[in-house]
């Protein structure tokens, strides 16, 4: 065995010094160094664990808000919607009351002028009918050749062209 390179010789006393140095080592290691680490990785995982609680917990409200979000929105175009129907029914509303006052406006000016014409008609018939007298007074002066009594001769004229007048129309 002697033509090995020396790292690779097995020394029984090199063996048995190092198993010793590696016992020490890992008892000193065990008593000091790894309730360190091992509540170190306790920390750690109990941190990791409270991350993702807050994670997940954040997750169900960020969930949560938006669902309200939607809600919210849905709301708020329902009742865009429904003021949007309120508003076109007030604009019906009011442009049925325009109408109808327009209508009425118009019944009422063609009454007024109806009335008017009715009233214009009859001053025409009066004035007509003075005319009339006028004339038949100054004929029949002339046809008697003289002047009788204006006011009994009116009276007379008037009566009789007022019974024509009854006469044509019944």
Do not use: C
């Amino acid at each position: 065995m002697d033509t090995l390179p020396a790292p690779f010789r097995l020394n029984p006393g090199l063996m048995i010094w190092t198993l010793v140095v590696f016992g020490i080592l890992a008892v000193v290691l065990w008593k000091s160094l790894y309730p360190t680490i091992l509540k170190a990785t306790i920390d750690r995982e109990a941190r990791i664990k409270k991350d993702l609680d807050d994670a997940e917990r954040l997750r169900a409200e960020s969930a949560a808000a938006l669902e309200e979000q939607r809600q919210l929105l849905a709301s708020a175009r329902g009742e865009a919607t429904a003021i949007i129907a309120e508003a076109r029914q007030a604009a019906e509303r009011e442009r049925s009351a325009a109408v109808e006052k327009t209508r009425q406006e118009q019944e009422d000016l063609l009454h007024r002028a109806r009335r008017e014409i009715e009233a214009e008609r009859e001053r025409a018939v009066a004035d007509i009918r003075r005319e009339a007298v006028d004339i038949a007074i100054a004929a029949a002066g002339k046809v008697v050749g003289a002047r009788l009594d204006a006011a009994a001769d009116r009276k007379i004229v008037e009566e009789y062209i007022g019974s024509i007048g009854t006469g044509a129309r019944g």
